[in-house]
């Protein structure tokens, strides 16, 4: 029996808890599938205030307000680049929890620090079986090891999941079946901006002067076409900052990157000495960009019950703590996908109005934690 906590997964999640047990003299491995930086590493990552109150918690809250660029305003904008409405993240947030857009690479490398000794890259856990006072880990290799604990950080496709708590719980957004994402030269936007229509909607943010994030998707669920020309056919027709893209995006398209919005509905997330963390818990639609708080939170909670004792009910008390929170972040993100399908000429007039509403209903509640 190895007396150690085993986190599958190597990305934001698992780097977090890593990270928290470590701070509590907690001994930890980690198993990563992927070669560090491939896969989505190459783009960026919106962290809103609560993000940002978490991964102080954490202890990163210095090196974080050096990467990126503060997010001090957001702007709701139609299709012919009317503003419908704006919301004020200084004024929302605070000083001590400003929202930030980061390059993902750099976050990853942030919550890495220090964690070399502890991980295993690339080491894919093909099964979990839980064991007596523990569980144990199938390795691609062959290998086979019994740890103390084991944490499923392995994101919207688990295999801790499908091993313990069995498939079946992921489904499609309401929002969008799909979405790409990519880097860019920042064509002149200088807040967090999306402009919506009956085609989409078309997110940019700004990383640093010169570049942003961006994101599109549909808004009506269904199918999102896997090749770029959708995206031409989609915006084209939208404002000049989304053409600016466009054509940057057509003359170089390496960032591009198309995947599935896929939401996690797990009925359960501890069995035994096994739970679940972040995307393999809970994931949700991106709409209010909660994939890394809630999985940082949900890490420093654990990591507090573990270093609490009776690892035998560690995992009942984990979920029990962080329940509520996750399904107010659901519940949120699926009133926001059906307002957002209706048609624009019933959306728009409304936004001015039930769009701050919508915004604090969301936020509020998430601007205090309990992280214990």
């Known amino acids: 029996m190895d007396n150690s906590v085993l986190v599958v997964g190597g990305g934001i999640a698992g780097l977090a808890l890593a990270r928290a ?22 783009l960026a990552i919106n962290l809103p205030g609560n993000a940002i109150t978490a991964l102080t918690a954490l202890g990163v809250g210095d090196g974080l307000r050096k990467l990126g660029r503060p997010t001090r305003r957001r702007e709701y904008r139609s299709t012919r680049d009317r503003l419908l409405f704006a919301v004020d ?15 993902r690479k750099d976050l990853l490398a942030l919550l890495g620090d220090g964690l070399d000794d502890a991980m ?5 856990v093909r099964e979990v079986r839980p064991a007596r006072a523990g569980a144990e880990a199938a390795f691609d290799t062959d290998e086979m090891q019994t740890y103390a604990f084991m944490a499923g950080a392995d994101g919207v496709h688990s295999v801790v999941r499908a091993s313990v708590f ?3 719980s992921t489904r499609e957004s309401l929002l969008s079946a799909a979405s790409w994402r990519f880097m860019a030269p920042n064509p002149g936007v200088d807040c967090w901006t ?3 229509g009956a085609g989409g909607a078309f997110l940019l943010i700004p990383v640093d002067d010169h570049e942003v994030y961006g994101y599109a998707s549909g808004i009506r669920g269904g199918p999102i076409g896997a090749e770029p020309s959708w995206l031409h056919e989609t915006f084209r027709d939208y404002p000049d900052p989304v053409r600016a893209v466009l054509a940057h995006i057509e003359k170089d398209p390496g960032t591009l990157y198309h995947s599935p919005i896929e939401e996690v509905r797990a009925t359960s997330w501890a069995s035994g000495r096994c739970v679940l963390v972040g995307d393999a818990a809970h994931a949700t639609a991106p709409v209010w960009a ?26 009942a008390r984990y979920e029990a703590k962080r329940r509520a929170r996750v399904a107010h972040v659901r ?13 624009a000429w019933l959306r728009n007039p409304l936004m001015p109005v039930i769009g701050p509403r919508v915004y604090r209903g969301a936020y509020e509640s998430l601007r205090t934690v309990d992280l214990k």
Do not use: H, M, Y
């Open 166 to 168: 069995g498939g079946g």
């Open 331 to 343: 519940t949120a993100t699926d009133r926001f996908a059906k307002a957002a399908g209706l048609p």
């Open 89 to 103: 993240e200084d004024e929302f947030w605070g000083d001590d929890a400003q929202p930030r857009c980061v390059p």
């Open 194 to 196: 999306v402009w919506s």
């Open 120 to 124: 295993r890259s690339p080491a894919a």
């Open 21 to 42: 047990l470590r701070e509590r003299d907690i001994p930890v491995e980690i198993a990563e599938r992927s070669v560090p930086g491939a896969g989505t590493a190459g």
């Open 290 to 315: 909660q994939g890394a708080a809630l999985a940082v939170e949900d890490a420093l909670v654990l990591a507090n019950v573990l270093a609490a004792g009776d690892w035998d009910t560690a995992g």
